[in-house]
């Protein structure tokens, strides 16, 4: 499957943005799903999954609560909605496929494979 995230932009602290996703090339809904970040200097950290049917998801704790991810197959587009956004959440994010060898609940990014462009939000204090 091929990826592509985009929706990033800059935004003050307390906005919102949406990030999509945008899948081709496979069967979209034969994958777990998930959001990555990573801000300069440091390294690419878990955001959050969501299962095939979108019925289960998991976030890191940073984000829980504040972002929100969903998916529609019928359009193999996945998103991240992100409210109340911090200033720590500026970073590029990236969307990504688990490997179909991987257990469900992984954060590993070695897990995830098909990785998309990522997407820069910049939050402003």
């Known amino acids: 499957v091929q990826l592509q995230a985009s929706g990033g932009g800059l935004v003050q602290a307390g906005g919102s943005l949406r990030l999509s996703c945008a899948a081709s090339?496979?069967?979209?809904?034969?994958?777990?799903m998930g959001w990555f970040r990573q801000a300069p200097g440091k390294e690419r950290e878990f955001v959050a999954a969501?299962?095939?049917?979108?019925?289960?998801?998991y976030y890191a704790e940073s984000v829980e609560g504040r972002f929100a991810i969903s998916r529609d197959n019928a359009k193999n587009t996945m998103f991240l909605q992100m409210n109340s956004l911090k200033p720590e959440d500026t970073a590029v994010y990236y969307c990504?496929?688990?490997?179909?060898?991987?257990?469900?609940?992984?954060?590993?990014?070695?897990?995830?494979?098909?990785w998309g462009q990522g997407t820069q939000v910049t939050v402003s204090s």
């Open positions: 990504a496929a688990l490997s179909r060898t991987a257990r469900w609940g992984s954060r590993n990014d070695a897990d995830f494979g098909s």
């Open positions: 090339g496979s069967t979209f809904n034969n994958y777990v």
């Open positions: 969501i299962n095939w049917s979108g019925a289960r998801k």
